[in-house]
């Protein structure tokens, strides 16, 4: 080890060291607090310059992507450094609602709770902008000294972490104010290996090394140039490596071939201390575990990692609609149950379902399979078509037969606005399919929260690719699920107290409908409500002691940070976006609210 790496890593050590004591000292009824930017312990213009310089000049200001919308804009320096454009505010207005509007972006929420209303293009020129729950400053990483540096940064001033990869993130983890983030994005190497060997591995078949940006679409066209398939999310923008892969990752192919935290072999992981270590079977092994459905952003920073990939072949869709003409509601629903009694056959036959339910009707949108015929596909679903031609619905159906896995993805062309919608989400058991009473609960719990909100249900069957819920650390109820069910009321960026009250009716009464008829059920702890009850139990089940005794292993400190990530539990965010830990006794100062 050089003479600098040294010097380096023990700074590390001693700094870490100094946070233990002040987190660790005085009253327990003190909280322990990270520097905010009002603080005069917050580096200076000079300091941020030198780290500018340190990490190659990939240091990003955060200016919030609305900025052109408003006469001021307040910088980090207090300054108005106004952008305003009449002509850009216009257009950032036209595609706001688009993730892919935000996710190029070193700084900007994909989902706009997480912004404090504190930039927004839709209210008038005239109202400031402001940096609210924004990072402050980001470190566009290209290299891993840049990530080593960051880390060296934020310990030694005690500023707030965040890790961000592509941003899309429903939960707002890739984002915290008053913090300093180290953006992943551009990681992007992928290499194929032709046949991977390690004795601590059973898998003999085809790999791919990713970097920690690499996105969904990206792998699928670099599998599908070397007759590949690989596992990754729905959206095409997804990172793969970052949250995606470690909050489980439904995929497409997972009633093929299982959650994406099943398909890893093995991570290049950073931990707070600027080593960099593997993660597999045999090195650092409770890590490897826990980074494979633990949860994103809190155990360590993944550089890379190694997944399996498949030989390619065909694939059969077929997508449905149904309009709710207002006289047909309760026809549609009696048509849902058929729908949902025949979700088992479809899932076991390797098929990935998505559907809508919403005010508006019902949508298969689409059944998707591998090794599976057209026909066969319709096979399958006659049932549902039959209930709904029994019933005198009208609706439209159609299916068709692709080569490989790229065409057939490429087909379905619908990409949903995601960003505009107060989200949440539930585990839905394959039990309450398989009986005429189950399935009537549920299809009533459905009508409840579709009679104001949508309802996104994704199907699948991981229950076959692992030899038990315990193999990975995903949340376990994952193996008995049939669908995750997503919930979501659309967004006013007009009013933002009327957001507060959609999204604690989300809280309060649109999800308790779906509890209700899940005791002790779970949620998909990237899909789901922020501000779920005892999220501990919810996102993670019988995993999160363990999971917890690995955090603290691996940073004991809690450098890292996210919401609801494991360990969250011990902080909380103040109104002012100050994080503190939750004092162990009455603190009467701390204000704690349910909507950000």
């Given at each position: 080890?050089?003479?600098r790496?040294?010097?380096?890593?023990?700074?590390?050590?001693v700094?870490?060291?100094a946070?233990?004591v002040?987190s660790k000292?005085?009253?327990?009824a003190q909280?322990?607090?990270?520097?905010i930017?009002s603080?005069?312990?917050?580096p200076?213009?000079?300091?941020?310059?030198?780290?500018?310089?340190?990490?190659d000049?990939?240091?990003?200001?955060?200016?919030?992507?609305?900025?052109p919308?408003?006469?001021t804009?307040?910088?980090n320096?207090?300054?108005n450094?106004?952008?305003?454009n009449h002509?850009?505010?216009?257009?950032?207005?036209d595609?706001?609602?688009?993730?892919?509007?935000?996710?190029?972006s070193?700084?900007s929420?994909?989902?706009?709770?997480?912004?404090?209303?504190s930039?927004?293009?839709?209210?008038?020129p005239d109202?400031p902008?402001t940096?609210?729950?924004?990072v402050?400053?980001?470190?566009?990483a290209?290299?891993?000294?840049?990530?080593?540096?960051?880390?060296?940064f934020?310990?030694q001033?005690n500023?707030?972490?965040v890790?961000?990869?592509?941003g899309?993130?429903?939960?707002?983890?890739?984002t915290?104010?008053?913090?300093?983030?180290?953006?992943?994005h551009?990681?992007?190497?992928?290499?194929?290996?032709?046949?991977?060997?390690?004795?601590?591995?059973?898998?003999?078949?085809?790999?791919l090394?990713?970097?920690?940006?690499?996105?969904?679409?990206?792998l699928y066209?670099?599998?599908?140039?070397?007759?590949?398939m690989?596992v990754?999310?729905n959206c095409?923008?997804?990172?793969?490596?970052?949250?995606?892969?470690?909050?489980?990752?439904i995929?497409?192919l997972?009633?093929?071939?299982?959650?994406?935290?099943?398909?890893?072999?093995?991570?290049?992981?950073?931990?707070v201390?600027?080593?960099?270590?593997?993660?597999?079977?045999?090195h650092n092994?409770d890590?490897?575990w826990?980074?494979?459905?633990g949860?994103?952003?809190t155990?360590?920073?993944?550089?890379?990692m190694v997944?399996?990939?498949?030989p390619?072949?065909?694939?059969?869709?077929?997508?449905?609609t149904?309009?709710?003409?207002?006289?047909n509601t309760?026809?549609i629903?009696?048509a849902?149950?058929?729908f949902?009694?025949?979700?088992?056959?479809?899932?076991?036959?390797?098929?990935?379902?998505v559907w809508?339910a919403a005010?508006?009707?019902?949508?298969?949108?689409?059944a998707?399979?591998?090794?599976?015929h057209?026909?066969e596909?319709?096979?399958?679903l006659?049932?549902?078509?039959?209930?709904?031609?029994?019933l005198?619905?009208q609706?439209?159906?159609?299916?068709?037969e692709?080569?490989?896995?790229?065409?057939?993805?490429?087909?379905?062309?619908?990409?949903?606005?995601?960003?505009?919608?107060?989200?949440?989400?539930?585990l839905?058991?394959?039990?309450?399919?398989?009986?005429?009473?189950?399935?009537?609960?549920?299809?009533g719990?459905?009508?409840?929260?579709t009679?104001?909100?949508?309802?996104?249900?994704?199907?699948?069957?991981?229950?076959h690719?692992?030899?038990?819920?315990d193999?990975?650390?995903?949340?376990?109820?994952?193996?008995?699920?049939?669908f995750?069910?997503?919930v979501?009321?659309?967004?006013?960026?007009?009013?933002?107290v009327?957001?507060?009250?959609?999204?604690?009716s989300?809280?309060q009464?649109?999800?308790?409908a779906?509890s209700?008829?899940?005791?002790?059920g779970?949620?998909?702890?990237?899909?789901a409500?922020?501000?779920?009850?005892?999220?501990e139990?919810?996102f993670?089940?019988?995993?999160?002691k363990?999971?917890?005794?690995?955090?603290?292993?691996?940073?004991?400190?809690?450098?890292?940070?996210?919401r609801?990530a494991v360990?969250?539990?011990?902080?909380?965010?103040?109104?002012?976006?100050?994080?503190?830990?939750?004092p162990?006794?009455?603190?009467s100062?701390?204000?704690?609210y349910m909507?950000?």
């Amino acid at each position: 080890m050089s003479t600098r790496r040294l010097v380096g890593l023990v700074s590390v050590l001693v700094v870490a060291a100094a946070v233990a004591v002040r987190s660790k000292g005085g009253s327990s009824a003190q909280p322990f607090c990270r520097v905010i930017t009002s603080d005069p312990e917050w580096p200076g213009p000079d300091v941020w310059d030198a780290l500018n310089k340190t990490v190659d000049g990939q240091l990003i200001a955060t200016v919030p992507i609305a900025a052109p919308c408003h006469y001021t804009f307040i910088d980090n320096s207090g300054k108005n450094a106004s952008v305003y454009n009449h002509d850009v505010c216009d257009d950032l207005r036209d595609n706001w609602y688009s993730a892919t509007t935000h996710l190029p972006s070193p700084s900007s929420p994909m989902s706009y709770q997480f912004t404090n209303d504190s930039c927004n293009p839709f209210l008038a020129p005239d109202a400031p902008c402001t940096l609210g729950y924004y990072v402050s400053y980001t470190v566009n990483a290209t290299t891993a000294a840049h990530i080593q540096t960051a880390l060296r940064f934020v310990q030694q001033h005690n500023i707030r972490l965040v890790i961000r990869n592509t941003g899309h993130d429903y939960l707002g983890k890739s984002t915290g104010a008053h913090a300093l983030a180290i953006w992943t994005h551009h990681f992007k190497s992928i290499d194929l290996i032709e046949k991977y060997q390690d004795q601590s591995s059973p898998y003999k078949g085809p790999a791919l090394k990713l970097g920690a940006g690499v996105e969904g679409g990206e792998l699928y066209q670099f599998a599908h140039e070397h007759g590949l398939m690989a596992v990754a999310g729905n959206c095409p923008n997804v990172g793969v490596t970052g949250g995606y892969v470690q909050g489980g990752g439904i995929s497409i192919l997972s009633s093929k071939f299982g959650l994406a935290a099943d398909q890893v072999l093995s991570f290049q992981v950073m931990t707070v201390a600027g080593e960099i270590v593997t993660a597999d079977p045999t090195h650092n092994e409770d890590l490897f575990w826990a980074l494979r459905g633990g949860g994103g952003g809190t155990f360590g920073i993944v550089l890379s990692m190694v997944v399996k990939a498949y030989p390619d072949t065909f694939f059969s869709t077929a997508s449905l609609t149904l309009m709710n003409d207002g006289s047909n509601t309760d026809a549609i629903y009696s048509a849902l149950g058929t729908f949902l009694q025949s979700l088992p056959s479809l899932v076991d036959a390797g098929a990935w379902v998505v559907w809508v339910a919403a005010p508006f009707g019902f949508m298969i949108t689409p059944a998707f399979v591998s090794d599976v015929h057209q026909a066969e596909l319709d096979a399958l679903l006659k049932p549902t078509r039959d209930k709904m031609d029994q019933l005198q619905l009208q609706y439209q159906y159609s299916s068709s037969e692709y080569p490989g896995f790229l065409p057939a993805y490429q087909s379905l062309g619908t990409v949903w606005n995601v960003s505009d919608y107060n989200a949440g989400g539930r585990l839905i058991p394959r039990s309450l399919v398989e009986d005429d009473a189950g399935t009537e609960a549920l299809v009533g719990a459905i009508k409840y929260v579709t009679s104001s909100a949508l309802m996104s249900g994704v199907s699948f069957n991981v229950s076959h690719s692992v030899s038990s819920p315990d193999e990975v650390a995903a949340n376990p109820y994952f193996r008995k699920t049939i669908f995750s069910g997503t919930v979501g009321a659309a967004i006013n960026y007009t009013d933002w107290v009327a957001n507060q009250a959609v999204q604690n009716s989300m809280t309060q009464d649109l999800l308790p409908a779906l509890s209700d008829i899940t005791p002790g059920g779970a949620a998909y702890l990237n899909e789901a409500d922020y501000q779920q009850p005892d999220f501990e139990q919810t996102f993670y089940q019988d995993h999160y002691k363990k999971l917890l005794a690995i955090k603290q292993k691996y940073d004991p400190d809690s450098v890292l940070y996210a919401r609801t990530a494991v360990g969250s539990e011990k902080w909380e965010q103040r109104v002012d976006g100050r994080l503190c830990t939750v004092p162990k006794c009455s603190d009467s100062s701390v204000k704690r609210y349910m909507y950000l």
